[in-house]
């Protein structure tokens, strides 16, 4: 294997605990040791960037991403007709970010969807999600009297994850553990009331739904099947509806044109350089700590051992001076 192919060891890989809990290992090693323009799979892994914008996010494709919303509502928001809107808002001054959506659009009756797919572990997503949500509202209120009763629209941002967004983050009480879609709108903090004007996130996260193909019960199922499946098929399922083989007819690698299929693989290319970036940065964290925590070891260490030597403390009494255990001490006696 050349080296500029590998984005690190087999061993590396197997032995890292937070690559082996989302990345596929398929994804690893057939990225390490395909020819350059060789996607590898039939169908486009609608998880990655480039592959998720071009399917969701453009006219030819708007059946998908009309189907794919109400199913992801199931049945309390029906969406008959959307139209597609920018998905950059700049800053409003030099100093404020630009924005940039994966997917924005608006429904028949004005309410506006804005969906993110993120395929790799992300620092701080629920920030980034309702910095993105708070944006669509500043961007509905015209100017001069037609803004004048502000008439927000409602607003639906949809994030879907292919990693545990949980991580150093304060988990709702009430969470349930293995629950893959969860909502979160404005309520009254006393009375759980809902906020007069509707705002609601939602959060879909792929590595908990574990279904089969031969357990799928329900059209948001088959959807989510998809998500996490469409690139292992050789071959179309669900054949006999016509959203699902549209799916099927635009995802297929080789009948893309040339320019696409480029940049499907240059987009698995910068993923597979982020997840190594990511990797390498967590394990020096990881390293850190643990040259952190020895150094503490050995600061709780030398104090036992200093006052053992120049007391006449007992060992309860330096157990909690130290702040160890009275086995701890007993061993340095």
């Known amino acids: ?89 700049q800053g409003e001054h030099q100093e404020t970010r630009t924005t940039r959506f994966d997917v924005q659009c608006t429904a028949e009756d004005g309410e506006q969807f804005l969906i993110e797919m993120q395929f790799e572990p992300q620092d701080n997503l ?19 009297v037609k803004g004048d009763h502000f008439p927000i629209p409602e607003i639906f941002a949809i994030a879907i994850v292919n990693f545990d967004p949980w991580k150093n983050e304060l988990q709702p009480c009430g969470k349930q553990q293995n629950e893959y879609i969860n909502s979160y709108d404005f309520r009254n903090i006393k009375t759980f009331e809902p906020y007069p ?39 179309p399922i669900f054949t006999d509806d016509p959203v699902f083989q549209k799916l099927f007819q635009v995802t297929e690698f080789n009948k893309l044109p040339k320019e696409d299929q480029k940049m499907i693989v240059i987009d698995r290319e910068r993923d597979i350089r982020n997840i190594k970036s990511r990797w390498l940065r967590d394990y020096k964290e990881e390293v850190k700590d643990k040259f952190l925590a020895e150094g503490e070891r050995k600061k709780v260490i030398s104090f036992v051992q200093a006052l053992i030597r120049d007391t006449d403390f007992d060992n309860q009494k330096i157990a909690g001076l130290a702040g160890v255990e009275e086995g701890f001490v007993e061993n340095f006696r």
């Open 197 to 235: 004007r509707k705002v609601e996130l939602m959060l879909v996260e792929l590595p908990k739904f574990k279904k089969k193909l031969e357990e799928l019960t329900t059209r948001l199922d088959k959807w989510l099947f998809l998500f996490k499946n469409l690139h292992h098929l050789t071959e």
């Open 1 to 89: 294997m050349r080296q500029s192919q590998a984005a690190f060891s087999e061993s590396d890989y197997l032995t890292s605990r937070w690559a082996a809990n989302w990345l596929e290992p398929e994804d690893f090693f057939q990225v390490m040791e395909r020819p350059p323009l060789d996607y590898g799979h039939r169908y486009l892994d609608i998880r990655r960037d480039y592959a998720f914008k071009r399917i969701f996010g453009r006219e030819e494709c708007k059946e998908l991403a009309i189907d794919l919303l109400e199913s992801l509502f199931e049945g309390r928001k029906p969406i008959k007709e959307i139209k597609f809107g920018s998905t950059e808002r």
């Open 126 to 144: 629920f920030g980034r999600i309702e910095f993105y949500l708070f944006r669509m509202g500043s961007d509905q209120i015209p100017s001069g």
